[in-house]
C-alpha cells in the first residue's frame, strides 16, 4: 500500500514560533509510519518557506532553518506538490496538510485557505472557521447566539481615546482582562483591576494585534474539553486549570510553575456533561471541523460561560488536547491518525 504523503508545517510569523516547533517535533515523531509518509515543511519568521530533511527531535532545538531548502506551495488547483526553489526544479508531492502552527499567519485561515485554493484536504478546521475562532469578538458573538454564556466585552482599534476605556471600565466593572483580539497563548493579555492601568495594558496588547478586547472578568476557573470531528463528534475528558495566583498567560500554559492541570477536572459527572454539550455547540455554531480545544470558565454558581476556541492546540504528547483525548483511550498515535483520516474526509 502506498503511504499518504503528510505535509507538515511548522514555524510560522507568529509570537508563538517556538511553540510550534515543539508541537511538530512531536507530531512527526509520533505519525504512524506503516501508513504515513511525513513530508515537513517549517516556516520562517519572516515568511519563508522551506522543506527540511532532518531529524525531527531536532526541530526545537533551532538551527533547522540552516538545513532547510527553499520551497513553496503549488496553488494550482489538484497539484498537491511542493516546488523547490533551489534551481532543481524538484516537486514533492503531497496529499495532505496538518498545519501546526500557533497563533496569526496559522491558526488564523491565512494558510488553511491557501491549501483550500490549491486543493489540499487541511487537517482541522477549514479558513472560516479558524479565521472566526481566532476573533474573539465574533466568536463570542456565535456562542451567545447559540444560548452559551459569554463575558461581556468592547472592542477597541488603535485610536481608542481615555474617555473610551473610561466609559467601558465603568459598564463593565474592574478586575477587566485586556486582550488582543486575533491572538493565542495569552500573549498581550493583562488582568487590570485599576484605571491607572488600563491605558498600558491596551498598548501592550496593540502589539500583537490592531484592535483590542476589554473583557470582563469571570468569577471561577477554566475548563477546557477538546472535541474531534466533522459530522460526528469524540469528546475527550474534560480538564481544569489550577491557579495559585494570577490568570494562565503564556509562562504558566508552558512552564506550569505554579498553576495544575487536572484531567480529569475536579467536578461532578453531570456538571462534566454539561460542560462537554456546551463544547459541541460552540465548536458546532462556529463551523469547526477535525479538531479544537474549547475553554470555558465554571463559576462558582456552576454556570458555564465560553472563553475562547484553540483551532490548533499544542500537539506534544504531553499537551492538554492530547491528554484528554488520551483519558478516553485515545493514544497520541491513533489520534494522529484520526485527525488526517479526518481532514482527507473533508
Not at 515523531?29 to 515543511?41: E, Y
Not at 531536532?58 to 540552516?66: F, K, P, R
Not at 532543481?88 to 496529499?95: E, F, G, L, P
Not at 488582543?180 to 502589539?207: H, I, K, T
Amino acid at each position: 500500500m502506498e503511504l499518504m504523503k503528510v505535509l507538515v508545517l511548522f514555524g510560522g510569523c507568529s509570537s508563538e514560533h517556538e511553540v510550534s516547533l515543539e508541537s511538530a517535533a512531536a507530531v512527526l515523531s509520533h505519525l504512524d509510519t506503516s501508513r504515513f509518509a511525513p513530508v515537513a515543511a517549517g516556516i520562517t519568521r519572516q515568511g519563508q518557506w522551506l522543506l527540511y530533511e532532518g531529524e525531527w527531535d531536532a526541530l526545537a532545538a533551532g538551527g533547522w532553518e540552516s538545513r532547510g531548502i527553499p520551497c513553496t506551495l503549488n496553488l494550482a488547483r489538484g497539484s498537491r506538490e511542493l516546488l523547490l526553489l533551489d534551481g532543481s526544479s524538484r516537486r514533492v508531492a503531497v496529499d495532505v496538510a496538518f498545519p501546526v502552527l500557533h497563533g496569526k499567519n496559522g491558526e488564523d485561515g491565512t494558510v488553511q485557505g491557501a491549501c483550500e485554493l490549491a486543493g489540499l484536504p487541511v487537517v482541522g478546521c477549514g479558513t472560516l472557521a479558524s479565521a472566526l475562532c481566532m476573533d474573539k469578538v465574533r466568536a463570542h458573538r456565535l456562542a451567545a447566539a447559540a444560548g452559551v454564556r459569554v463575558p461581556q466585552n468592547r472592542c477597541f482599534g488603535r485610536c481608542v481615546t481615555e474617555e473610551e476605556l473610561r466609559a467601558a471600565a465603568e459598564e463593565l466593572r474592574f478586575p477587566l482582562f485586556v486582550k488582543p483580539l486575533r491572538a493565542g497563548s495569552s500573549l498581550g493579555v493583562s488582568r487590570v483591576e485599576r484605571m491607572e492601568a488600563l491605558q498600558e495594558a491596551v498598548q501592550n496588547a496593540l502589539q500583537y494585534d490592531s484592535e483590542v478586547v476589554v473583557e470582563q472578568a469571570v468569577d471561577g476557573f477554566e475548563v477546557g474539553c477538546a472535541v474531534m470531528g466533522n459530522d460526528v463528534l469524540t469528546v475527550g475528558l474534560v480538564d481544569e486549570i489550577e491557579l495559585s495566583g494570577g490568570f494562565f498567560d503564556f509562562a504558566e500554559k508552558y512552564t506550569l510553575k505554579t498553576s495544575r492541570v487536572h484531567c480529569p477536572a475536579r467536578i461532578s459527572l453531570e456538571k462534566a456533561a454539561e460542560v462537554r454539550r456546551a463544547a459541541k455547540t460552540v465548536y458546532r455554531a462556529l463551523g469547526c471541523r477535525g479538531m479544537a480545544r474549547v475553554d470555558l470558565f465554571l463559576t462558582p454558581d456552576h454556570e458555564i460561560v465560553f472563553n475562547e476556541v484553540n483551532t490548533i492546540p499544542g500537539f506534544t504528547a504531553h499537551s492538554r488536547f492530547p491528554s484528554m483525548m488520551q483519558g478516553i483511550g485515545l493514544g497520541f498515535r491513533e489520534l494522529l491518525t484520526r485527525l488526517i483520516e479526518l481532514g482527507v474526509q473533508g
